[in-house]
């Protein structure tokens, strides 16, 4: 059993819905990590969080830590939102920032 | 804007070969990190290091071994190449407390 659960795997989505990406794990972290993969592109770090909430333009990440669960929402989705995003938590101490990854959600926004 | 380069964005090998994957940060961070990238699999962590000439090995090394002689430039090395490892490879680098910044990846295909 993956430590990172993402949810869902596949989404679809029109234009201008709002959009949630749900990530949940199973032991204690220091940060939660969102992730931004586009087709034969390189990975982007949209979020690092370890509490609270966090809004970047259209992006919004939450954290409940004693749940240890994460949200991704996406408010008015566009169609160059589509990508994979990817969960990852980092368990701090000696890990040296060592990352375990979510499977990714597949996003997929029609015009 | 800071920058994590991979070398080749296409490689191909073939097996036996000596293959080096070469990194370059320039951001002085301390921790860098090889990644490889398979469907279904996710991504995996291979070596990091946490400093120059400081390497620890990830869920996956077989196959593998890492060189920073200088805090900028982490190598991959894949010592004899075999077919099984043909993936996408991906390096990230971090300063502590702070995101990751990933390069654009190296697929390889190893024939």
């Known amino acids: 059993k993956n430590e990172v659960e993402q949810s869902p795997q596949n989404l679809t989505a029109q234009e201008g819905e709002f959009i949630t990406i749900n990530c949940s794990y199973s032991v204690g972290i220091s940060a939660l990590h969102w992730l931004q993969q586009h087709p034969g592109g390189g990975i982007v770090s949209l979020f690092m969080l370890s509490s609270g909430k966090k809004k970047h333009g259209r992006l919004i990440a939450t954290i409940n830590i004693q749940e240890k669960h994460s949200s991704l929402h996406i408010t008015a989705s566009h169609p160059r939102d589509s990508a994979v995003y990817i969960c990852a938590y980092g368990a701090g101490g000696t890990s040296y920032g060592k990352l375990t990854f979510g499977q990714g959600t597949i996003l997929t926004v029609h015009p | 804007d800071v920058k994590v380069t991979q070398s080749s964005r296409y490689l191909v090998k073939r097996t036996g070969e000596k293959v080096f994957l070469e990194c370059v940060q320039d951001?002085?961070?301390?921790?860098m990190f090889w990644y490889r990238q398979d469907p279904g699999l996710g991504l995996r962590l291979i070596y990091f290091s946490y400093d120059v000439k400081m390497k620890e090995k990830g869920d996956i090394p077989e196959g593998y071994s890492v060189s920073r002689e200088k805090k900028e430039r982490f190598s991959l090395i894949l010592e004899s190449a075999s077919t099984n490892q043909t993936s996408m490879y991906l390096c990230a680098s971090r300063a502590p407390n702070y995101g990751y910044t990933f390069g654009s990846g190296t697929r390889l295909t190893v024939v």
């Open positions: 951001m002085d961070h301390e921790n």
